[in-house]
T-cell receptor, first 112, second 117 residues
Framework: DAKTTQPTSMDCAEGRAANLPCNHSTISGNEYVYWYRQIHSQGPQYIIHGLKNNETNEMASLIITEDRKSSTLILPHATLRDTAVYYCIVRVANNAGNMLTFGGGTRLMVKP | DTEVTQTPKHLVMGMTNKKSLKCEQHMGHRAMYWYKQKAKKPPELMFVYSYEKLSINESVPSRFSPECPNSSLLNLHLHALQPEDSALYLC????????????????FGAGSRLTVL
């Protein structure tokens, strides 16, 4: 699996957009980018994933650069409840046991 | 039902005890996982079951023994644990079968917090 690099921590003002970057310069053509988050004392929660096109769902948007070497998760209007550790994971999708390997993640603090 | 249920939420055990953690899902997922998470660290994969068969064991010590009795249940049997095994144990489930069927979209439970004295 391609290695990912994320900033250790970020702050965001409540109501503003939170833009969380992820570098994955060794990504292969068949690897997807997945984002999960973990709110304190809870299990990780799936947010969004994509291959090369930008994706949007009710939680967030995922912007993947044209060369696919980096991506940005966007929370359009961050709330205090978005304070969490955000994990960017790159992984192939196949039939075998799907193992997701979590890196260090970015600790996002949303402030009033 | 879109949840993964883990019991117990908290468990305290001595090093000579035998205990089990339980995980249940009714989403029809055929892949189930155990992760271990130490404080302020990311989750680490322990085991993966695919169609009720153990497909991945990440070199986990034998004092941890997983069991998947049916497609909805996953157990983790604990015996002769060490204090350093104290952690949050997370169960997850997902579809099997590639991107279009949601592979790698894991649904996690809230975890079982284990303390070994």
């Amino acid at each position: 699996d391609a290695k990912t690099t994320q900033p250790t921590s970020m702050d965001c003002a409540e109501g503003r957009a939170a833009n969380l970057p992820c570098n994955h310069s060794t990504i292969s053509g068949n690897e997807y980018v997945y984002w999960y988050r973990q709110i304190h004392s809870q299990g990780p929660q799936y947010i969004i994933h994509g291959l090369k096109n930008n994706e949007t769902n009710e939680m967030a948007s995922l912007i993947i650069t044209e060369d696919r070497k980096s991506s940005t998760l966007i929370l359009p209007h961050a709330t205090l409840r978005d304070t969490a550790v955000y994990y960017c994971i790159v992984r192939v999708a196949n039939n075998a046991g799907n193992m997701l390997t979590f890196g260090g993640g970015t600790r996002l603090m949303v402030k009033p | 039902d879109t949840e993964v249920t883990q019991t117990p939420k908290h468990l305290v055990m001595g090093m000579t005890n035998k205990k089990s953690l339980k995980c249940e899902q009714h989403m029809g997922h055929r892949a189930m996982y155990w992760y271990k998470q130490k404080a302020k660290k990311p989750p680490e994969l322990m085991f993966v079951y695919s169609y009720e068969k153990l497909s991945i064991n990440e070199s986990v010590p034998s004092r941890f023994s997983p069991e998947c009795p049916n497609s909805s249940l996953l157990n983790l049997h604990l015996h002769a644990l060490q204090p350093e095994d104290s952690a949050l144990y997370l169960c997850a489930s997902s579809q099997v079968g590639g991107y279009l069927l949601g592979a790698n979209v894991l649904t996690f439970g809230a975890g079982s917090r284990l303390t070994v004295l």
